[in-house]
């Protein structure tokens, strides 16, 4: 606003507002964005008790799932050895099933031939033991066993060959062991005790049999 002073006038003073036209520039509200770049996982932003406790509710049932993470991976572990186990035996079942097949053909294996007739004779030889025994004869018994060299020890290298799973594995050790106790107890104890010494390696070497899937190639078991 100006004021134009008039002072050659008396006796008064004149003060003329006049208006102006002063250009100003339209002051509008500015809003600064600010940008902020960081990392691309986001930290969320809890603002309530609520949401906070919410969240650290789920800290035990995240827990208890790892926890039954592990003893499903252990669990897993057994399920896998059993499933390879079972794969190892159904393979060798159909190898003695194949191999017989090949024999009623009129053909032969020489290398399942090589394997399997230690076990063949081992049958035949504790089936003539068992009638000895049924007789009564601990003579005759003692000189049979004896004219048979070391059988037990061929046996167990032909099992170790045809055990193809731990369980068939195991079944041999305690039928070896049982064959060595049987030879033992022929030379050096009573009937009765080789009677009961025999059974147990009867017993023992169906049992491996059965489980080494070699039974269907064995006669006289």
């Given at each position: 606003?100006?004021?134009?002073?008039?002072?050659?006038?008396?006796?008064?003073?004149?003060?003329?507002?006049?208006?102006?036209?002063?250009?100003?520039?339209?002051?509008?509200?500015v809003t600064k964005v600010v940008k902020c770049q960081g990392s691309q996982h986001q930290v969320p932003n809890f603002s309530t008790r609520r949401q906070v406790l919410s969240i650290a509710s789920l800290a035990p049932a995240f827990l208890a799932?790892?926890?039954?993470?592990?003893?499903?991976?252990?669990?897993?572990?057994?399920?896998?050895?059993?499933?390879?186990?079972?794969?190892?035996?159904?393979?060798?079942?159909?190898?003695i099933s194949e191999e017989l097949y090949v024999k009623e053909a009129g053909f032969s294996n020489k290398k399942f031939d090589k394997e399997i007739i230690p076990v063949q004779k081992t049958v035949k030889r504790l089936s003539k033991s068992g009638a000895l025994i049924e007789a009564g004869d601990a003579e005759g018994l003692k000189s049979f066993i004896g004219s048979q060299g070391d059988f037990v020890s061929e046996f167990e290298t032909v099992s170790s060959k045809l055990s193809v799973t731990e369980a068939a594995r195991s079944e041999a050790v305690v039928l070896v062991s049982s064959l060595n106790t049987f030879v033992s107890d022929v030379n050096s104890s009573s009937m009765d005790t080789t009677k009961a010494s025999y059974l147990k390696a009867v017993v023992a070497l169906e049992a491996w049999a059965k489980t080494a899937t070699v039974a269907p190639a064995l006669t006289g078991l």
């Open positions: 606003m100006a004021c134009q002073l008039r002072a050659n006038f008396a006796p008064s003073l004149t003060c003329k507002a006049e208006p102006q036209r002063v250009k100003t520039a339209a002051r509008c509200p799932l790892r926890a039954n993470a592990l003893i499903d991976f252990e669990e897993d572990d057994e399920l896998l050895a059993k499933v390879r186990a079972d794969r190892a035996k159904r393979a060798q079942a159909e190898r």
